[in-house]
């Protein structure tokens, strides 16, 4: 009975971490793999960066989210095609559940400003789908090089 009390607490305790949106730490030797990319060109060749972590610039996010996992909604980052007038490129988004009220808050029109946002290039082999699993859109580094990223 008490180990079950035990195993209670503990999964109260990490249910309530998952719920805040916890930061994720990156080691330096990860932290220094990342590169940044514009959106037009990551969506140009999303397979070739497939389970790597990157830094995306984009402008807005998409006005659809949906619930298509128990923890997980799916959207869509968007960035306008330089150069060509009207015309935008976007990729699919996993966002976590406890991540959505700050997901929602980047602009959703347009007219926002460039963001960078931070995610793993996944693929979904039962659904076929690729897309980026974002994890936050603030890094902040320590003097050893490991980062930790926020929302």
Not at 42 to 47: A, G, T
Not at 48 to 73: Q, S
């Amino acid at each position: 009975m008490r180990n079950a009390l035990v195993f209670s607490a503990i999964l109260l305790l990490n249910s309530a971490t998952l719920m805040r949106g916890a930061p994720v730490r990156y080691e330096a030797k990860t932290w220094r793999a990342v590169q940044t990319y514009d959106l037009v060109a990551l969506s140009e060749n999303l397979d070739g960066h497939m389970r790597e972590l990157v830094a995306v610039k984009c402008n807005f996010r998409g006005k659809d989210i949906h619930h298509t996992k128990p923890n997980w909604y799916e959207s869509s980052i968007w960035q306008a095609v330089p150069g060509e007038s009207g015309k935008f490129e976007h990729i699919s988004v996993m966002v976590a559940r406890p991540d959505l009220k700050a997901f929602k808050s980047i602009p959703a029109d347009s007219s926002g400003s460039e963001i960078t946002l931070y995610g793993r290039v996944e693929y979904d082999a039962a659904s076929k789908f690729r897309f980026l699993r974002l994890v936050g859109r603030n890094a902040t580094t320590d003097a050893a090089g490991n980062a930790t990223v926020t929302w």
